[in-house]
């Protein structure tokens, strides 16, 4: 759904694997403090799950 809502608004975006990439799994737990999927960070801020309000916020959405 995140990468959807992204693609539909025209934004962006980095991928991360993290079940095939330790490192990028290593930095999202440490970031976050958390295993879920998705996560998204946004200028150093970590929205976890599709928080379509946030991301609208965040992104200059309207």
Avoid: C, T
């Amino acid at each position: 759904m995140v990468k959807s809502y992204l693609a539909d608004n025209k934004v962006a975006y980095k991928e991360i694997n993290v079940a095939e990439d330790k490192a990028g799994r290593d930095d999202m737990i440490r970031k976050s403090g958390k295993m879920v999927v998705p996560q998204i960070e946004i200028d150093s801020e970590m929205i976890i799950g599709f928080d379509k309000a946030k991301l609208k916020e965040k992104l200059g959405i309207k």
